[in-house]
């Protein structure tokens, strides 16, 4: 009745409710025989187990055969497992519904593992994912001969991502598992098609996990919403044709290649570091390709441009999802025929480059103009030590500052900047600003 239980980096609370606990060992000296445990909490958690110990081998535990049956996953949970899942960053997992599991181990290993959930759901406090109605029949088999099961779940959520029903076969030899067949599974109103998913452990017994996959139809303005940014119009499609994690590292092979807004966006060199941990890390370069600049700026808030856009965005590092440091050029295309620029955008483009109007009408003039045309815009920011250092196309006056828009045409409009140093926070403030409509055009 009630009081605290730790073993190593197992902890439980019990309840003042009676447990249960039953054990008949025999052995002498270093070598044991558990010929019979068995833990009940009722309702909660039932647990039955036989073990042999040897104390002076390698590994003490020579074999165990253990079967749990969590009766209510709302309380065994908390209960028994909050300390163990927050070895994994994942303390606090609030669950319901019921789960058997089953394991066979060894002294090179186990032997089989068998996990059935049974109408489970899983909801991470930390809102990275959740997932209802998990049920199925999964197992981990050390054998050479292929042992089939299945998941399936009504709903689940991966860092605000839905994902829609889904009930996929698995087999499993050699410690390993892997999908039986290539599955499709319905994502943001269009399809994610994997054609390799598997899950093997390393020599050191670490997780690893392989997949390959095929975007198509994603609607970009769900997306958006999930991740909490911009309304962002369109499709996204793309490849992974290799995605590894292991060691708490997750690694793109071969680079992603996503179409989005008309135009191309490749990502190479993705890594994450405690993807679902404490403070997380990415870094990735990214090549832009021929977007179309019209819905990309309507999304963002920012003023309307007309054309097209390229650039890069090199040695990106991100630690707990906040830049830290990269090497960014973003420019428009000179091919592109029909480039305009609104006045807001003109205005905010001249407010983040703390720079001014030069070599164009004044005053008044300009009011009855909504829109200017340009030859080129172009903006760069290399962010290290959290200063920005600008940049932008070479500046035709000789003032010693860079040109963002260069303009064409009748008025002509051209947006120098002369701040080439910026503290990032500073930088990010005029940013949040433009988009968020607080600046307006104004013409002195």
Request: glycine share 12%.
């Amino acid at each position: 009745r009630g009081g605290e239980l730790l073993f190593n980096t197992f902890y439980a609370s019990l309840p003042d409710a009676p447990v249960r606990l039953d054990l008949s060992m025999r052995g002498s000296g270093a070598a044991w025989e558990v010929e019979s445990l068995a833990w009940h909490d009722p309702n909660v958690l039932d647990v039955t187990a036989r073990a042999q110990i040897d104390a002076n081998a390698d590994a003490p535990l020579r074999s165990l055969e253990a079967q749990a049956n969590l009766g209510n996953a709302a309380i065994a949970i908390p209960r028994y497992a909050d300390s163990l899942l927050g070895m994994g960053g994942l303390s606090g997992l609030k669950a319901a519904g019921k789960l058997r599991a089953e394991i066979e181990l060894e002294a090179e290993g186990f032997r089989r593992v068998h996990l059935g959930p049974e109408a489970l759901d899983l909801i991470d406090p930390a809102g990275r994912f959740d997932v209802a109605g998990l049920g199925g029949n999964i197992t981990l088999s050390a054998g050479d001969v292929e042992v089939p099961g299945q998941i399936r779940w009504r709903s689940a959520h991966v860092h605000g991502i839905e994902l829609g029903p889904s009930n996929q076969f698995l087999q499993s030899r050699r410690r390993g598992l892997e999908l039986a067949q290539p599955a499709t599974l319905e994502v943001l109103g269009g399809q994610v098609e994997l054609s390799r998913l598997s899950y093997a452990p390393n020599a050191q017994g670490e997780a690893m996990f392989d997949l390959a996959m095929t975007l198509a139809g994603l609607d970009l303005a769900r997306l958006s919403t999930g991740f909490g940014w911009p309304s962002f119009q369109g499709t996204l499609s793309g490849e992974v044709s290799g995605l590894r994690y292991a060691d708490d590292v997750l690694e793109v092979q071969g680079g992603l290649a996503m179409a989005l807004f008309d135009g191309r966006v490749a990502i190479e060199s993705l890594r994450m570091e405690r993807p679902f941990g404490v403070a997380p890390t990415l870094s990735a370069s990214i090549d832009i390709a021929d977007l179309d600049l019209a819905p990309l700026t309507s999304a963002f808030g920012f003023g309307q441009i007309t054309g097209r856009l390229e650039g890069y965005i090199r040695d990106l590092l991100l630690v707990d999802w906040s830049p830290v440091a990269f090497d960014a050029y973003l420019q428009t295309s000179t091919k592109a025929k029909d480039r305009r620029i609104s006045q807001r955008a003109v205005t905010e483009l001249t407010n983040v480059g703390g720079g001014g109007l030069v070599a164009g009408l004044q005053g008044t003039v300009l009011k009855a103009f909504s829109s200017f045309g340009y030859q080129q815009i172009a903006l760069g920011c290399t962010l290290a030590n959290d200063v920005c250092t600008m940049r932008g196309l070479p500046s035709k006056d000789g003032s010693g500052g860079y040109t963002i828009v260069d303009g064409s045409g009748l008025p002509r409009v051209n947006v120098v900047g002369f701040q080439k140093k910026v503290d990032w926070p500073v930088l990010l403030g005029r940013l949040k600003a433009a988009v968020s409509g607080q600046q307006s055009p104004v013409f002195e």
